[in-house]
């Protein structure tokens, strides 16, 4: 073990977790021990799942398991490379392929996550000459991302369009070249689903571009299951999503664009460049899953996930609870305070309902909440018995 003289450093870590605690602010890791799934295995124990990106329910399902298997048998663990070197392999042109195809576009370029397709993105597309108009609650990744740009930073107010053409306004006042708005497609802690209509418009109105964060749509909203911007009939320059979620829960990103934007993508992103490619079972997976996605049962398992989350959303909004609005199977159960949010749920933990409290840094001070998510492979049964244990528990914990 490495002996180091300098204790003042490990007492401020030591110090700082302590705080993070006294503030009822720590996330710990509970340990699964089964396949993810509506029913999980806790502590030695089945219980229901409402917390996880499984929006179509691809995540353990079998084809989608099996598939990452044959792939991982054909083509081993993986390249021992980054792509441009040695780590190019036909199941990642053929992954690349499909996404584009899938999400109508030209050309696509895989990372190892989302957050690396966000933090790749702005740095070699655009300059200090440019401006990026960022929406204040994007996700974590493209606010780093936007930080490792060069390009002038303008942040509008959440989805407050007036702002947003402010901002545009000062951008253009600036003398920027290229203006790009930044936005996720779905707010992951809220469920809210970007205006891109008016976006649109407003980046019509003020030459700008568009990149769409769908990590939380690709795959279930829209026509097939494209995406935001399909679910608001909107074309949009700039695509990023992730296979970590609805296509098959596994892990890696992609940029959707046009084909030089992704030719240029491909000699200076520097998570592309500087970083191992994706391994072979998780293209053979996340190749299942946009095949599925994409047909006749996509549609059933959209139409059974916005049913489960309408069930949900109304049975829970009878019994008392302050539910951010929306129609997104992301449902969040607002509580405010953090450690009541800890407290309810541990308590619907022992009700047999696996939830997560969120707090900051995650979303505001005072904002803490339960969100739930629906997934396609959940039964009416499954959404009644989590609203059960909702109401048991909320009125323990006087919530309602
Ligand atoms: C909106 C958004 N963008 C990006 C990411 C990162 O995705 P990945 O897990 O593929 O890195 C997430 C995941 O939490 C997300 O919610």
Not at 143 to 167: N, P, W
Not at 265 to 270: H, M
Not at 283 to 293: D, F, M, Q
Request: glycine share 10%; charged share 20%.
């Amino acid at each position: 073990m490495t002996q180091s003289t300098n204790t003042a450093f490990y007492d401020r870590i030591s110090a700082e977790l302590t705080d993070i605690d006294a503030q009822g602010l720590t996330k710990p890791e509970r340990v699964i021990a089964s396949r993810q799934g509506p029913v999980i295995s806790v502590n030695g124990r089945d219980v229901l799942n409402f917390c996880a990106n499984n929006y179509l329910g691809l995540a353990g399902d079998e084809r989608v398991t099996q598939a990452g298997i044959r792939a991982m048998e054909k083509w081993g663990a993986g390249t021992a490379s980054v792509r441009f070197i040695c780590g190019t392999l036909e199941i990642h042109k053929e992954l690349e392929r499909a996404v584009a195809d899938y999400l109508g576009f030209e050309d696509a370029i895989l990372f190892a996550a989302a957050f690396d397709a966000n933090g790749g993105i702005f740095e070699p597309l655009f300059t200090e000459a440019d401006a990026i108009v960022s929406d204040s609650l994007n996700h974590a990744s493209i606010i780093d991302g936007v930080r490792l740009c060069k390009a002038k930073r303008y942040r509008f107010a959440t989805s407050d369009m007036a702002d947003l053409e402010a901002q545009l306004k000062q951008a253009r006042a600036d003398g920027a070249r290229e203006i790009i708005i930044a936005t996720d497609g779905a707010f992951s802690m809220d469920g809210y689903i970007a205006k891109l209509k008016d976006i649109r418009a407003l980046a019509d109105q003020y030459g700008a571009l568009i990149m769409v964060d769908d990590c939380h749509a690709t795959g279930f909203m829209g026509d097939k299951g494209r995406g935001s911007y399909a679910h608001c009939g909107v074309e949009v320059d700039f695509v990023t999503g992730t296979f970590g979620k609805a296509l098959g829960g596994a892990m890696g990103g992609f940029i959707c664009a046009k084909a030089n934007v992704v030719a240029l993508l491909k000699q200076r992103a520097r998570p592309y460049l500087f970083s191992n490619a994706l391994a072979p079972a998780v293209c053979g997976s996340s190749l299942e899953a946009i095949r599925i996605a994409a047909g006749e049962e996509g549609d059933a398992l959209r139409k059974q996930l916005f049913a489960n989350a309408a069930r949900f959303r109304s049975a829970m909004t009878e019994a008392g609870f302050t539910l951010q609005p929306g129609e997104h199977p992301i449902i969040p159960v607002m509580l405010g305070d953090a450690k009541l949010a800890q407290d309810m749920a541990a308590r619907m933990l022992e009700l047999g309902v696996y939830v997560i409290g969120f707090s900051f840094p995650v979303v505001p001070r005072g904002q803490a909440r339960i969100r739930t998510q629906m997934s396609a492979a959940h039964t009416f049964e499954q959404i009644d018995a989590a609203v059960a244990a909702f109401i048991q528990a909320g009125k323990e914990l006087g919530v309602i």
